[in-house]
C-alpha cells in the first residue's frame, strides 16, 4: 500500500497508529473529514490478517463515517478506529484505557463509541481515560446503540420495499438476515414482528441458533446465506460480502443491511447489482441511525427525538431512491453526490474541525 497516495485519493485528513506493548495495544484511529464537525464514529476490535488489512478497513470505514453524517444531516464528521486483537479473549481495562489516552490525545477531533466487537463496558473505561466518547451507560448516556441503528435499518428496508413492490410492509417477504449480532437481534425481532420470514445465519452458530430460537427465525448455516432464496438479502455483520462470487448467487430484490462497505468495490459491484435488476439501499444511509444515536450525547441524550430520527431514515432513503431515479444514477452514486454537496456547501464555512467539542456531562 503506497500510504500517503492512499490518503489523497480517499480524502483523510489524518491516521494515527496507536501502540502499547504492555497492555498488547495495538490500535489505529482514522480520521476522514471534519468539515461538519469532530470525527464521531465506533472503535472496532477484530483480529486481522495483517496490519495493511486493519489499516484499509478503518480507512473505508472512516470515508464511510463521513458519508453517513453528510447524508443523515448531522453535524459531525467522520472517523473510525480498530483495535487489533481477538475480542473474545484479548480484551482488558488496561488496553481500553491505553487507548483512551490514545484518543484524549487528539483533544476532541475524533470522538469513539462502541463498534463490531466492543461494548458498553469497554467505552466505559475508555472513559475513564478521555470525556471524547459516547455511548455509555449511566446518567447523560446513550448506552448500547444497536436499537436505534436497527430501527433505521429497518425503516430503510421500508423504503426500499416501497419502491420495489408498491407498499413498505415485509410481511409475507422472504428476508435473510447475516450476523446474529446486537443490530441484527434487534432487526430481526422488528421483521418478525411485522410478519416477515426470515433466515438468519452467523459465523459463531450459537448466536445465530439462540436468536432463532427465541424469534422463531430459521436458523441457516453461513454457507447458505448467498443461495438461499428470498426477497431482500441483509448483510448485517463485516463488510465487502457484495462481490464478484457473490453477486451471480443472489436471488433478492433489494440489499439492504446494517454492515458498513457491503460492497467490495462500488465502481464495479453496484453496477451488477443494477444490473441484476437489485436494488441497493446505501448501507452508510440506512445504518445511520446510531451515529444518530451517540451525535444526540454530544448535544445532550434525547431518546424520543432519537427515534424519531431513525425512523427518519425512510425519507432519507426514498430522497436517495427518487434523486437516482431522475438523475439516471446508481443509488449509491444519489446518495455519495447528495452528501458531498452538503460537505462542499459547508467546507468553506468550518474547514478542518481543531476544536474541542463540549459533551453534557463530563
Not at 489499516?55 to 480498530?82: E, F, H, P, Q, W
Not at 463490531?116 to 473505561?125: K, L, Q
Not at 434523486?323 to 446508481?330: I, P, S, V
Request: proline share 4%; with cysteine.
Amino acid at each position: 500500500m503506497q500510504i500517503f497516495e492512499t490518503l489523497y485519493s480517499m480524502g483523510h485528513e489524518q491516521v494515527v497508529l496507536c501502540s502499547d506493548p504492555t497492555t498488547g495495544l495495538r490500535a489505529i484511529i482514522g480520521i476522514h473529514n471534519t468539515s461538519l464537525g469532530p470525527s464521531l464514529g465506533g472503535t472496532r476490535f477484530w483480529q486481522y490478517d495483517t496490519d495493511e488489512e486493519a489499516i484499509t478497513d478503518v480507512l473505508r470505514l472512516s470515508r464511510g463515517m463521513t458519508y453517513k453524517a453528510a447524508v443523515s444531516g448531522v453535524n459531525l464528521g467522520g472517523g473510525k478506529a480498530v483495535i487489533i486483537g481477538d475480542p473474545r479473549k484479548d480484551k482488558s481495562e488496561g488496553l481500553f484505557r491505553a487507548f483512551g489516552r490514545m484518543v484524549e490525545s487528539l483533544r476532541g477531533r475524533y470522538i469513539t463509541a462502541e463498534d463490531v466487537g466492543t461494548s458498553v463496558r469497554d467505552m466505559e473505561w475508555i472513559r475513564m481515560e478521555t470525556k471524547y466518547v459516547t455511548g455509555v451507560g449511566g446518567p447523560g448516556g446513550s448506552g448500547d446503540p444497536s436499537p436505534v441503528t436497527a430501527l433505521g435499518v429497518f425503516s430503510g428496508m421500508r423504503a426500499a420495499a416501497h419502491a420495489t413492490w408498491g407498499s413498505d410492509s415485509l410481511a409475507g417477504k422472504r428476508v435473510v438476515v447475516q450476523g446474529a449480532g446486537n443490530v441484527a437481534t434487534y432487526l430481526v425481532e422488528s421483521l418478525v414482528k411485522d410478519g416477515a420470514t426470515v433466515f438468519v445465519a452467523d459465523i459463531y452458530e450459537e448466536k445465530a441458533k439462540a436468536l432463532a430460537t427465541r424469534t422463531g427465525a430459521t436458523l441457516i448455516a453461513p454457507s447458505e446465506v448467498f443461495t438461499t432464496p428470498c426477497d431482500v438479502f441483509s448483510p448485517n455483520a463485516l463488510g465487502a460480502v457484495i462481490n464478484d462470487e457473490t453477486i451471480p448467487q443472489l436471488t433478492c430484490a433489494i440489499v439492504c443491511g446494517g454492515a458498513n462497505n457491503q460492497l467490495k468495490d462500488e465502481a464495479t459491484h453496484a453496477p451488477m447489482l443494477r444490473d441484476r435488476k437489485i436494488m441497493y439501499a446505501p448501507d452508510y444511509v440506512v445504518n445511520s441511525g446510531g451515529l444518530m444515536n451517540v451525535a444526540s450525547e454530544v448535544e445532550g441524550y434525547d431518546r424520543a427525538k432519537v427515534m424519531r430520527q431513525a425512523e427518519g431514515v425512510y425519507d432519507i432513503t426514498m430522497n436517495i431512491i427518487k434523486t437516482a431515479e431522475e438523475r439516471n444514477m446508481l443509488t449509491i452514486e444519489a446518495s455519495n453526490a447528495i452528501a458531498e454537496e452538503r460537505l462542499r456547501k459547508v467546507r468553506h464555512v468550518h474547514g478542518s474541525y481543531i476544536g474541542s467539542p463540549t459533551i453534557r456531562g463530563v
